[in-house]
């Protein structure tokens, strides 16, 4: 095992040599990408509450675990190893064979010397067993050392359009209910990479293609001086329970992909545009809706232009599907006659991924004539068309709704519950379709998760 984790050690040297002279990709980010875009949401989202920026370079040292379980293999069978590591690459869709033996050899080179070592053994020994301590060590430093200077180096967002925090209604205070707009600060990023890209705007460009052929290409200054629309939408992550929040209405500016695709003009056969981002994450829209009048491009954020973590410079906005429909950091517009299958459906979600109506409390205070009870629903661009909340399974109470900023944002709601003590305060929705929130919880894969609204009193 010692010699195991010196010959990770080894390789892992180079490979990250490689990676910093050469540009090849990590093949321990290649894991660690996959591992966590399988890790069940409410470990995935525990890990992230509890080790905060230090989560996914905690999860880059699960793809140098893996690698060295192949290591262990070969030295136990080198041909059960040869098989594993190719396995390994083509399960997590690591390509770059270039890459792949930079680790590779020189770490098959110490798990399998040719000739007597020129150490002490006393000094070889400690070397051996320090080695995978040290590797976890400076696999977690670099990724989060990396993600710490492209947060340095990426730009800083800029005023894009006029933007005022609409005035709070009447009783809808945030000791009762969250906030109609999120702040940027306080809206949740999620990604499948360990470290996002920050992207040169001098550099960047967005290429449209048709069947993989360049048609088109803008600078991201051609965008900013195309006519821009504002509009309020609320995103919603895929990855949440029924218990977690991942979500957050904000303004955003932009442009429709009619404005820099003429359908007319492409060919007939054309049935989906995909959207690819810069770090390899791609999705697909049906026709139709790539060019609906819900859909469109965001430049701006809350009045600014987007930051790293919102997808600058340009990210998608399909307010009827869950967030990672909503591909951030756009590199490329493809227009394919065949359907594309991006890198959640990959896995076996959805190609479809419609939000589901869902709602959540966030407050239950005491009063003099029961329990106040505030929160929000949404429906993606179904609206949603009325909230009512029960305590302990009681009768439904109709719940007093604001109206929504937009068509595609979350519905604020209160309600006063006549009861003085409860134990569990359950909300539900109605949507724009006259369908009730699920009474009972479906699992998230592949469709998201449905269910009820149920939180516990703590007063």
């Known amino acids: ?30 894991i660690a990408e996959w591992i966590m875009a399988r890790t069940p949401s409410r470990y995935a989202l525990l890990l992230l509450d509890s080790l905060g920026a230090w989560a996914k370079p905690f999860a880059a040292t699960g793809g140098l675990a893996a690698m060295g379980a192949v290591l262990w293999l070969a030295a136990w069978r080198w041909w ?8 390994v690459s083509v399960g997590v869709g690591y390509g770059n064979i270039f890459g792949a033996a930079l680790f590779w050899i020189p770490a098959a080179a110490v798990l399998f010397p040719t000739g007597p070592s020129p150490q002490s053994m006393s000094r070889r020994r400690y070397l051996q067993s320090s080695a995978m301590a040290i590797g976890t060590a400076a696999v977690a430093l670099e990724s989060y050392l990396r993600n710490e200077s492209l947060a340095r180096q990426a730009v800083r967002p800029m005023p894009i359009t006029p933007f005022q925090p609409p005035a ?9 209910v969250r906030r109609a707009v999120t702040t940027v600060e306080q809206f949740y990023g999620m990604s499948k990479n360990t470290v996002d890209p920050a992207i040169d705007p001098e550099k960047w460009r967005l290429r449209v293609t048709v069947e993989g052929e360049l048609v088109r290409e803008f600078r ?4 900013l001086a ?7 939408v609320t995103l919603r992550c895929v990855s949440n329970t029924l218990q977690s929040d991942l979500m957050g209405t904000a303004l955003w500016s932009g442009v429709r992909i009619s404005q820099l695709v003429d359908r007319g003009r492409l060919p007939r056969n054309i049935v989906e545009a995909a959207v690819i981002g810069v770090d390899g994450h791609g999705d697909s829209l ?4 790539a060019f609906a009048e819900e859909t469109f491009l965001a430049l701006g954020m809350n009045g600014e232009t987007l930051n790293r973590t919102h997808g600058f410079p340009l990210r998608l906005l399909a307010p009827n599907y869950y967030g990672f429909k909503n591909v951030k950091w756009i590199g490329e517009i493809l227009f394919t006659a065949k359907p594309y299958y991006g890198t959640w459906p990959k896995m076996g979600y959805t190609k479809e991924p419609v939000i589901h109506t869902c709602s959540h409390i966030d407050r239950i205070l005491s009063s003099k ?17 009325a909230v009512r909340v029960r305590a302990d399974e009681g009768g439904w109470v109709p719940a007093e709704m604001e109206p929504p900023l937009s068509g595609y944002t979350w519905t604020r709601w209160r309600a006063l519950i006549p009861v003085r003590t409860a134990t569990l305060v359950e909300a539900q929705a109605q949507d724009g379709r006259g369908n009730w929130q699920a009474g009972q919880e479906t699992p998230l894969f592949p469709n998201g998760v ?3 609204t149920v939180r516990r009193v703590s007063l």
Do not use: N
């Not at 709070?168 to 009762?176: I, M, N, T, V």
């Open 450 to 452: 449905a269910g009820p």
């Open 220 to 223: 991201y200054a051609d965008l």
């Open 226 to 232: 195309l006519p821009r629309m504002d509009r309020y």
């Open 369 to 385: 004539d029961g329990l106040l009870v505030g929160g929000v629903s949404f429906a993606g661009s179904r609206g949603v068309r």
């Open 286 to 289: 049906g026709l139709d809706y």
């Open 80 to 87: 059960a190893g040869w098989i594993a590591a190719v396995a």
């Open 1 to 30: 095992m010692h010699r195991v984790s010196l010959a990770a050690l080894a390789g892992l040297l180079v490979h990250y040599i490689g990676y910093y002279l050469l540009q090849t990709p990590l093949l321990t980010e290649a």
């Open 168 to 176: 709070e209604a009447p009783g809808f205070s945030p000791k009762l």
